[in-house]
């Protein structure tokens, strides 16, 4: 079994930096994908950026702003996040796959994300 346990978030002024920090415990070694998710309120969940099997990918609305990295020494997977903008406020929850493809079986509880204009 795997935990994951988000950190980091906080109130931030738009073109603001912050960097969160996803946790891993257990067998994390088999964790092939990660990735990070948010959702904003009254919006469906949305992928922001997933890095597998050493590529990374991200949402067109990040792209060139948000950062994702993952340290397999300490378990940690990290989103920076620079130039915020107001529309990035959400919760952000970190998910973790021991597949290439399909659902996510490993969710964190998530961290508010509030950006100020």
């Known amino acids: 079994q795997v935990q994951l346990v988000e950190s980091g978030g906080g109130l931030i002024q738009a073109g603001g930096s912050l960097s969160l920090s996803c946790a891993a415990s257990g067998r994390t070694s088999s964790l092939y994908r990660m990735a990070w998710f948010r959702q904003a309120p009254g919006k469906e969940r949305e992928l922001v950026t997933i890095?597998?099997?050493?590529?990374?990918n991200y949402a067109d609305s990040v792209k060139g702003r948000f950062t994702i990295s993952r340290d397999n020494g300490k378990d940690t997977v990290y989103l920076q996040m620079n130039s915020l903008k107001p529309e990035d406020a959400a919760v952000y929850y970190c998910?973790?796959?021991?597949?290439?493809?399909?659902?996510?079986?490993?969710w964190g509880q998530g961290t508010q994300v509030t950006v100020s204009s």
């Open positions: 890095t597998s099997g050493g590529s990374t």
């Open positions: 998910a973790g796959s021991r597949f290439m493809g399909g659902s996510y079986e490993y």
